[in-house]
């Protein structure tokens, strides 16, 4: 989920990231079998090998799985005060980033 949770467990998914990133970018073949396949086999046993992955939170996270279709929301408008101390940052990497793209 989150990059912390990720950043915690890196045989999980740090491995098969650079792995995809060679099979993707690099063109490392395996003969037989796609690309992308082995990142995932290779995350999928680390997951289960290193109890990142249980069947407890197999069972728990089931939910996720379903269907959900896009909708507006406009909750994160609700709350311009939590976000008043960071403009002083806000504004000038906002300002930088249009001057950039504008080149």
Do not use: C
């Not at 989920?1 to 045989?11: K, N």
């Not at 269907?67 to 504004?91: C, E, K, N, Q």
């Amino acid at each position: 989920g989150t990059f912390q949770g990720e950043a915690a467990a890196p045989m999980v998914s740090l491995a098969p990231f650079f792995l995809m990133m060679m099979a993707l970018y690099a063109k490392v073949k395996i003969p037989k079998v796609p690309s992308s396949m082995l990142p995932i086999l290779v995350s999928a046993v680390a997951a289960w090998a290193t109890q990142h992955l249980t069947v407890g939170n197999l069972q728990d996270s089931t939910h996720v799985v379903a269907w959900h279709p896009a909708r507006l929301a406009f909750d994160a408008l609700g709350s311009w005060s939590d976000t008043l101390p960071y403009m002083g940052v806000i504004i000038p990497v906002a300002l930088t980033t249009s001057v950039a793209t504008v080149q």
